[in-house]
């Protein structure tokens, strides 16, 4: 599965339900990435980002181009 394809929530939801499976449940990372068929590296980055940040390091960021308003110098 692509989680690129995935809505924002259903992103963080994927990511939320793959950390703690290895944090709380104790899943290898590498069995936590063939379980929810993501890469070892996407599993690993998402640990290390809910270890340094909490539940709010895995929240999704805005995609696409910032409107234009938002554009420095306009």
């Known amino acids: 599965m692509d989680s690129r394809c995935l809505s924002p929530p259903a992103q963080e939801d994927l990511r939320r339900r793959v950390v703690q499976a290895v944090v709380e449940q104790g899943l290898s990372k590498a069995a936590a990435a063939r379980t929810f068929g993501v890469s070892r590296t996407s599993v690993h980055e998402w640990v290390a980002k809910f270890e340094r940040r909490g539940a709010r390091g895995l929240n999704s960021k805005p995609r696409g181009r ?9």
């Open 66 to 74: 910032p409107p234009r308003s938002r554009l420095k110098g306009h």
